[in-house]
């Protein structure tokens, strides 16, 4: 309520061992066996909960037009039937953020949908991860559901968490906000799973947020930090593609990743191996530069075009500028 201006009762929040188990639980209370599940590609895992479950996985394709997240137009057809809508701002992989009125369209066809529903088929819901949400930059505004479209709050869970906004990656406290009765019915699963924080780190997670100076200064200088070093990443890439080698990226808005595009596939490299995959790309970016990057094929994003997300979150600014050469040199080095 605070930061964001979201007012819930208190039954409408639960508290677990990280945001994972929030999504697990978000599938568990709200898909059957057969049930539709909406989602973009590159995202987060969402085929895994769907294989998990049983669902039938509806992967939407996007592209580096719309900073690889979904329009209304390409969700609309899938949505009439579907049971879940998974979406994530900012997003991971690809470290960009939804505009307000991209996502507003997006809210506005989950509520169309759910007024066109009789009484006997059950809603359309969304499930917004935005366990990222502190970490967007130059101007960037994060935007979620309910604060666009307050009549969305019926339909949406919002799955946050510490680990990403405080680089507390051992600090596994996750919380979910939704409808008390999709809450309930979430707290009875993961309480069989025993998903939950432990107490102690309840308390200090509480004593510190309730703190909002605290959480300022910390903001500050993390967001300055990751800021600082995905605009070197960027800036490295935009000059190596200036120079004329086959790399691009887009700018970073948020999160700790950078989209960046080896278009390499089908080049050679000096020990005469073809790199005919993302993954082949990957292991000589690896080897030849010492640069680790993950394919969007890994988040299921099916097409083999050179895209993947770099991340800055163990990486200084010197780091990253000390890599530069050594991609250049790789890149150089293919025929």
């Known amino acids: ?16 061992g990280g945001a994972r188990p929030i999504i697990y639980g978000v599938y568990r209370t709200l898909v059957d066996p057969g049930d539709t599940v909406v989602y973009p590609a590159p995202s987060w895992n ?3 909960y769907c294989t998990l479950l049983g669902a039938r996985a509806v992967r939407v394709t996007t592209s580096a037009a719309t900073n690889f997240l979904p329009t209304a137009e390409q969700l609309a057809p899938h949505l009439p039937g579907a049971r879940l809508l998974a979406l994530c ?33 059950r809603p359309l819901f969304v499930m917004f991860d935005q366990v990222y949400w502190t970490l967007t930059f130059d101007g960037v505004k994060h935007v979620d559901p309910v604060s666009l479209r307050p009549a969305a709050a019926p339909y949406v ?22 409808p008390p009765e999709i809450m309930r019915r979430m707290s009875d699963v993961l309480g069989h799973v025993g998903a939950w924080a432990p107490r102690p780190e309840q308390a200090a997670s509480a004593r510190f947020l309730e703190d909002a100076e605290a959480v300022r200064a910390f903001k500050r200088t993390f967001v300055g930090g ?15 593609k200036k120079a004329g080698a086959p790399v691009d990226a887009i700018e970073p808005m948020g999160a700790i990743y950078l989209t960046v595009r080896f278009d390499v596939v089908g080049r050679t490299a000096p020990d005469g191996t073809r790199l005919a995959t993302g993954d082949d790309v990957r292991r000589y970016v690896l080897e ?18 050179g895209w993947f997300r770099c991340s800055v979150g163990a990486v200084g600014v010197d780091e990253i500028e000390r890599a530069m050469p050594r991609l250049a040199a790789a890149l150089e080095a293919l025929r």
């Not at 869970?157 to 405080?166: E, N, P, R, T, W």
């Not at 094929?297 to 075009?305: A, T």
């Open 288 to 305: 030849r530069a010492q640069v680790g990057v993950v394919p969007f094929n890994s988040f299921d994003y099916r097409l083999d075009d």
């Open 226 to 240: 990751a800021r600082a070093r995905l605009k070197a990443l960027h800036d490295g890439l935009t000059a190596l």
């Open 89 to 121: 701002s900012p997003q991971n992989p690809t470290g960009t953020c939804f505009g307000a009125q991209q996502l507003a369209d997006v809210v506005d066809l989950v509520l169309a949908e759910n007024r066109r529903r009789g009484p006997t088929e």
């Open 1 to 16: 309520e605070r930061e964001l201006g979201l007012r819930y009762p208190m039954d409408s929040v639960l508290i677990a």
């Open 157 to 178: 869970v919002y799955v946050d968490g510490l680990s990403k906004a405080f680089s507390a990656t051992g600090l596994r406290v996750g919380y979910g906000v939704g």
């Open 46 to 48: 969402n085929n895994h």
